[in-house]
């Protein structure tokens, strides 16, 4: 009979693991498997591999355990002052948790539960994020008794998906997102919506060549003064829809970087922007772009434009795309650029 390919496969990988791991101290083992490998592939192969388990000598029973002491992920959260509510979201369909939770950074004791109480006099919440999570999608949505967010630690690549991470956290006043990983990040739409005390989110590392939808992805931060997305990648972009729409204190955006071949929607995209003095959109490509409506809508301090790249086709949609400009830069594009329709100075 013969060997299934994949088993001997497998066992060549298995062997070549154990032979890496031989002359080194047990608890270096641990912070290997769990900060770097962090596949439940190897995680698995040394929970069943007895010899493994007797030469490193820890037996693997409970990966929780683990998971929780060697956690790769860690944030600290500052609750707000006389706020109650939930204070994170991170639960599975069976309502299991995969995290673990320390109030007051006491290591001694595990919080199960999720919510701040009335009367709880909590200064700092430690929150280790296991392995098995790929997904931060709602993670702290409308969590709204939180004031500081930290990413203290943040070793894994495999978090896909960051929709409505922050969605109205409305008592949130600082981020701290310089550990942050978004490698493998495919959807950050509506990731910081409604943060309306947040007056800088510095997004200067985040990695967003894979990210497919950024609709609303800061719409709504009215009190945010500084943006810094001169690293971002939008080559895989298709929704840009409410971008920074409500970004009212923003007075200077710099997207020169931004490729928008594959966009297709652009409606209200710098809405209400009413502070916004000088964007450099010279750059974009709206070959693909079908939707504009409302797009500088509100734009009140913007003093010019530079259109020359739009392509806008006759089945776009831009109903009020100039709505509530500068009445001088209004002139000046109806003057210089014929391509737009009259629906869109409404």
């Known amino acids: 009979m013969n060997e299934n390919p994949?088993?001997?496969?497998?066992?060549?990988i298995q062997q070549k693991f154990i032979n890496q791991l031989k002359n080194i101290k047990n608890e270096f083992i641990l912070k290997k498997i769990f900060f770097n490998l962090h596949q439940k592939r190897l995680l698995n192969m040394v929970k069943i591999n007895k010899k493994l388990q007797n030469r490193i000598n820890i037996k693997i029973i409970d990966?929780?355990?683990y998971s929780e002491k060697y956690s790769s992920i860690e944030i600290e959260l500052i609750p707000a002052n006389n706020k109650k509510g939930k204070f994170i979201n991170l639960v599975n369909k069976d309502n299991e948790k995969y995290c673990h939770i320390y109030f007051d950074?006491?290591?001694?004791?595990?919080?199960?539960?999720t919510f701040l109480n009335e009367d709880d006099q909590i200064k700092t919440i430690k929150v280790l994020i296991d392995h098995q999570v790929t997904s931060f999608c709602e993670l702290f949505s409308r969590c709204k008794c939180i004031e500081s967010i930290n990413f203290k630690k943040f070793c894994r690549n495999n978090i896909n998906n960051m929709s409505h991470m922050f969605y109205e956290c409305t008592s949130l006043k600082e981020i701290i997102l310089k550990n942050f990983n978004t490698e493998k990040v495919k959807y950050m739409d509506c990731m910081f919506?409604?943060?309306?005390?947040?007056?800088e989110i510095n997004v200067s590392n985040f990695n967003t060549s894979n990210v497919k939808t950024m609709e609303h992805m800061f719409s709504e931060c009215s009190s945010l003064e500084k943006?810094?997305?001169?690293?971002?990648n939008t080559n895989n972009v298709l929704d840009m829809e409410c971008m920074f729409s409500g970004c009212s204190l923003l007075n200077e955006l710099n997207i020169i970087n931004f490729n928008t071949c594959n966009v297709v929607n652009m409606n209200s995209m710098f809405y209400r922007c009413s502070s916004l003095k000088h964007i450099d959109i010279s750059n974009f490509n709206t070959n693909n772009v079908n939707e504009m409506s409302f797009m500088f809508?509100?734009?009140?301090?913007l003093k010019e434009l530079n259109l020359n790249?739009?392509?806008t086709k006759k089945e776009t949609h831009m109903y009020g795309m100039f709505s509530k400009?500068?009445?001088e830069l209004k002139m000046k594009i109806q003057t210089q650029y014929k391509n737009f329709n009259k629906d869109a100075f409404k």
Not at 6 to 12: F, G, H, L, Q, R
Not at 105 to 113: D, G, L, T, V, W
Not at 193 to 199: S, T
Request: glycine letters at 2%.
């Open 6 to 12: 994949n088993i001997k496969k497998e066992e060549i």
């Open 63 to 65: 990966y929780k355990e």
């Open 105 to 113: 950074n006491n290591n001694q004791e595990k919080i199960k539960r």
């Open 193 to 199: 919506y409604n943060c309306p005390l947040l007056k």
């Open 227 to 232: 943006l810094n997305l001169n690293n971002f």
């Open 297 to 301: 809508d509100g734009c009140s301090s």
């Open 309 to 311: 790249n739009f392509n």
């Open 325 to 327: 400009i500068d009445n």
